[in-house]
């Protein structure tokens, strides 16, 4: 004798199972969404690391010259699709906090220009120093 109880109780562990099946598959696009868009930022992260290193070490260059020149320099970085443009100019009219003219201060800016995202990139670094500072 079937009792009548016996396919109300398997209709329930079907809809149970649907239910389940549904939590899991929003939980997991949920999840992989998380995933996509933290390898996004990862490796937003990553390129600007490499642009900042490459500034760095252009404006590294340029100042340990024993001697600056006024003018702009381009180049590009092999093998990293970064152009540079490196600009020295003589700065006539710094003064220090006594109001005294500082002489031979030189502004130094290097300027980066890269393709990414489907547009162009820039990004610009700048400094002063002092134009005998290296010399003997």
């Keep these: ?5 016996q396919h109300v109780r398997r209709g329930f562990l079907l809809l149970e199972m649907i239910l389940a099946l549904s ?8 999840f992989v ?10 490796r937003l992260a990553q390129s600007e690391m490499r642009i900042t290193r490459i500034l760095d ?8 010259l024993p001697t600056l020149e006024e003018g702009v320099t381009s180049t590009t970085v092999p093998g ?3 152009e540079l443009a490196t600009t020295v100019e003589l700065l006539d009219k710094m003064e220090n ?22 547009t162009w990139q ?10 005998p500072m290296y010399q003997p």
């Design 122 to 131: 820039e990004r610009i670094v700048e400094t002063w120093r002092y134009g």
């Design 33 to 42: 969404v998380a995933l996509h868009r933290m390898g996004t930022v990862a």
């Design 97 to 118: 906090q006594d109001g005294q003219i500082l002489q031979q201060m030189y502004r130094i800016e290097v300027k980066a220009r890269w393709f990414e995202n489907s």
């Design 1 to 5: 004798m079937k009792r009548p109880h």
């Design 57 to 64: 070490s252009a404006l590294d260059e340029t100042l340990s």
């Design 23 to 30: 939590v899991f598959g929003i939980t997991t696009t949920g």
């Design 80 to 82: 990293a699709g970064v």
